[in-house]
């Protein structure tokens, strides 16, 4: 029988996880985030992370906190830490995703083709892990016309000041 302080202990540490603990305990420049294996991201992630982030799935629309988030700072990847998108580029889509015009810098995010579920759409990832992050489309606000359409669980919102 599993004691209560164990389950108990086992809840916190998913909220911990979360939430980029994980990423506290190491200099994340130094790691080899590619060759972690998905029991790794299990271990690191939350459930919800591990499906969108490594499993390239989509959080619910208006599900994410981030979706109101008006930080300065960058958007951090939830899975290695990169900073991703400046909180200046992040603007209000009316989407239920967070979303921004550019990423941070050239570079940060990989660009793909995704053909899944009969449409043709361009998916965004962490160039420094691979995480999924979101897709891009040309539907954006000047200076770019760009949105990146991001999931929340994707980001760690930049610290308050």
């Known amino acids: 029988m599993i004691s209560l302080i164990a389950l108990l202990s086992c ?3 998913i909220d911990a996880e979360a939430n980029g603990d994980h990423l506290k305990t190491l200099e ?25 982030c490594r499993e390239a799935g989509t959080e619910r629309p208006w599900s994410s906190p981030l979706n109101k988030a008006k930080e300065d700072g960058a958007f951090l990847c939830s899975s290695c830490g990169q900073p991703l998108f400046a909180g200046e580029d992040k603007f209000e889509s009316g989407t239920g995703w967070p979303s921004f015009t550019q990423p941070l810098d050239d570079g940060v995010v990989t660009l793909h083709s995704d053909l899944a579920f009969g449409m ?10 691979d995480a999924h992050l979101g897709h891009v489309f040309g539907d954006g606000p000047a200076p ?18």
């Open 11 to 13: 809840f916190s540490s």
């Open 120 to 129: 043709v759409r361009t998916e965004v990832t962490c160039s420094r892990c």
């Open 144 to 161: 770019t016309g760009k949105r990146y359409c991001i999931n929340g669980v994707c980001l760690i919102e930049p610290p308050a000041e």
């Open 28 to 52: 994340p420049s130094t790691v080899d985030w590619k060759g972690k294996k998905p029991a790794y991201w299990k271990e690191v992630l939350s459930a919800e992370q591990v499906r969108v």
